[in-house]
DNA sequence: ATTATATATCATGATATTGTGATATGTAAA
DNA sequence: TTTACATATCACAATATCATGATATATAAT
């Protein structure tokens, strides 16, 4: 490794940053599950996180523009799903990297 | 699949969700990326990254309460190193999903 | 055509997070 | 026993993020 950041590292890592934030809020995670098998509409992910409709779709949109999810409308409806499996799988290894992790100490990441 | 998210699961995903702010910051990602190929003492990290130690420290101790770190002094010097194997499988598989994005997408995650 | 339903957008206030600078603490060398 | 070095802490300003409420748009049913 070298000893300094270089300017290709720089730009990499400012862009898995925002990757990143796209799981660290609580509301886009609920998303995320609600979408863990398989598609569903908004109004789906509504009822189903009890959040409210402007809240889903503002993540939504924000997820979308992003390429984590993606969205198919047919109808009135729009029907949303996890584009990439790969980021299931980054859930399922959180999941378990968690586990090891005691409830309290997270706390520092408000 | 629940048609409701449950409180257990409630429970679960606020806390993935502070798990993954650690990965949510430009400047925490450099100090993973400093300790990618094993520990380094805090000078050393402030060297590789170039941010200024209060920054660094402040953020040590936030990695460092989540378990995301871990730290052994040894005289003068504390060499931090990352806890957790599964850690940098995850930080692999976000570095390969970002190369299938393309670089302006992710910019919704300011 | 009008109405109801589904979803998106946007401005704004409230809140959370980050970086900085100053200072404190601990360890070792001189 | 001072001095230099390594690291931690903390308050506060600057900035970023989030939720809300109001409004807009688009589609389908009546």
Redesign the pocket.
């Known amino acids: 490794m070298e000893i300094q950041l270089g300017n290709e590292e720089i730009m990499r890592l400012k862009l898995v940053s925002k990757f990143f934030?796209g799981f660290?809020?609580?509301?886009r995670l609920c998303i995320f599950q609600s979408l863990m098998d398989g598609e569903k509409?908004?109004?789906e992910i509504i009822d189903y996180t009890g959040?409210?409709?402007?809240?889903i779709?503002?993540?939504?949109?924000c997820l979308r523009e992003s390429d984590l999810v993606e969205?198919r409308q047919d109808?009135?409806?729009?029907y949303y799903e996890i584009k990439d499996e790969k980021i299931k799988t980054i859930l399922g290894i959180a999941a378990e990297v968690i586990k090891d992790v005691s409830e309290e100490k997270l706390n520092c990441?408000?």
């Open positions: 934030k660290a809020d609580y509301s509409t908004v109004t959040f409210s409709q402007s809240k779709s503002n993540h939504l949109k969205a109808g009135k409806f729009i990441m408000k």
